[in-house]
């Protein structure tokens, strides 16, 4: 085709990887026909009455409370007020701490409120309800069908080998969930992660309530006031050497719904097996982790040392690594959209810093308000998901509104790109770094002049060539400011 670039496929755009949809090109005043109601820039096409997610939301929100409320019956029944009152006190401590650690990981694309709300009202209500039912339900029939020399062994039989699959498989519902229902949040693996380490601390939470609450019961028949020697060794196994535990059993099933949400439709098999695996894999640690309390306090030290530690350490790794390919993918799948004009040159370098993420909210803050600094994470965050979309395109893995979605999302850039641009700008100039465009970069480079004003940032390659830009001017949207 005249005119068209060498090795570039008809219809695809400048500046794009080979194998994408093509990239809309730029307008000063877009027209979004993919997005119905203009009113609130969102996209919400009509559904039927079953389908409403009203009445999806209301009915979810109804059963949760009547869970809540049986299963908050039903621990104070066997702790007592007192007792819960003390267990709700001392369980409480550790959950802002994993909550904060799981949004920290999650920072790159956060998870939306209402998944963690649900997620959390998942774990702490439905799982633990469930399994208080079946997990004594089966200890009983452990007990009477089974031949065991006392109660205690039974209760151990129904902790290695029930427990860990009603309460992990009680928990991966919410996962299950979330990725049917709301698939276009799950990215990958580390929202599910995201989404595993908040519902097993909402279940934790309720868990340590009737463990604390009991172990102070057993206090209080021993003659002892406040909290004593039975209730602080629960404190100190449960909330101060394992507050992961739940949150590291149920992470496994989350990696195996993140690597199912990568795969491409086409691949059935691995959306489904991989997140069976991921189950199974938890049930696994989990019993051992259970089983490691019948052998005694240097068994359950040496599982502990030897074992749990260094899988959380395999975990942990394991996350952290896919946070920077996250980080990679924005860098790499956004300059498709600087070459078609819908943001600067400066915007994929600043979008996979999250230090330039932070300097670009703080200067939008201290300039703008609070406001702007939330239309700026907003801004970030759209971004964020229009790489990700794009990173589907690219493996087949797109789904039907494929389209509708893009133009959802590059409006929410569009109307914020008046705060946000400037400030992404200036950040990627304080935290200058070499910025090397990409082996896929046109020729000519990014089609003339940027469509907000701001010259692209120097080419620290080596020497003048086809992407070599003069400097930066020295005047910028904002005052220079120390990182």
């Not at 151990?156 to 709301?182: D, N, Q």
């Not at 030290?301 to 975990?315: K, N, R, S």
């Not at 942990?316 to 896919?322: A, C, E, G, H």
Request: hydrophobic fraction near 45%.
């Amino acid at each position: 085709m005249p005119g068209q670039p060498s090795g570039q496929a008809p219809g695809q755009s400048p500046g794009q990887p080979p194998g994408q949809p093509p990239v809309p090109a730029y307008e000063p005043q877009p027209q979004f026909d993919a997005v119905p109601e203009r009113a609130h820039w969102r996209y919400r096409p009509r559904r039927a009455l079953r389908h409403s997610k009203a009445l999806r939301f209301g009915t979810l929100i109804t059963l949760l409370a009547l869970c809540g409320l049986v299963i908050l019956a039903l621990v104070r029944e066997q702790t007592g007020t007192e007792g819960f009152l003390v267990g709700l006190g001392l369980a409480v401590l550790p959950v802002p701490l994993m909550i904060a650690a799981f949004r920290w990981l999650g920072r790159v694309e956060p998870e939306p409120w209402r998944n963690l709300a649900f997620a959390f009202a998942w774990g702490a209500c439905a799982a633990t309800l469930v399994a208080i039912i079946a997990n004594g339900f089966a200890t009983e029939w452990i007990a009477t069908r089974v031949e065991t020399d006392s109660a205690t062994e039974a209760e151990t039989w129904g902790a290695t080998v029930i427990a860990p699959v009603v309460e992990e498989s009680a928990k991966g519902a919410a996962l299950l969930l979330l990725f049917v229902f709301r698939r276009r949040d799950f990215d990958g693996i580390v929202d599910g992660v995201v989404i595993a380490g908040i519902t097993a601390t909402g279940f934790a939470f309720t868990e340590n309530i009737l463990y604390l609450g009991n172990a102070f019961g057993e206090d209080q028949a021993l003659g002892s006031s406040g909290i004593q020697s039975v209730t602080a060794a629960t404190f100190f196994i449960r909330i101060v050497m394992s507050p992961f535990a739940h949150p590291l059993f149920t992470a496994l099933t989350g990696i195996g719904f993140g690597v199912a949400a990568l795969a491409a439709p086409r691949q059935r098999a691995r959306r489904v097996l991989v997140p069976l695996a991921g189950l199974l894999t938890a049930i696994v640690l989990h019993a051992v982790w259970n089983g490691s309390t019948s052998l005694g306090g240097y068994g359950f030290i040496a599982v502990y040392g030897m074992f749990m530690v260094p899988v959380f350490g395999l975990l942990t790794w394991l996350v952290i690594w896919s946070r920077g390919s996250e980080l990679r993918t924005v860098r790499s799948h956004l300059p498709a959209y600087v070459a078609a004009g819908w943001l600067v040159p400066q915007e994929p370098q600043a979008l996979s810093s999250m230090r330039a993420r932070a300097i670009a909210r703080d200067v939008a803050r201290r300039h703008h308000g609070k406001a702007a600094a939330r239309a700026v994470a907003e801004y970030q965050a759209f971004a964020t998901a229009l790489a990700f979309l794009r990173q589907r395109a690219h493996r087949g893995a797109a789904g039907a509104d494929f389209v509708a979605r893009e133009q959802e999302l590059l409006h929410h850039l569009w109307q914020r790109k008046d705060l946000a641009q400037p400030a992404l700008a200036h950040a990627a100039l304080l935290t200058a770094r070499p910025w090397v465009p990409p082996q896929w970069a046109p020729p000519h480079g990014y089609g003339g002049p940027p469509p907000y004003g701001y010259a692209p940032p120097p080419y620290y390659g080596p020497g003048p060539g086809p992407h070599h830009h003069p400097p930066a001017p020295t005047a910028r949207p904002y005052p220079p400011t120390r990182p």
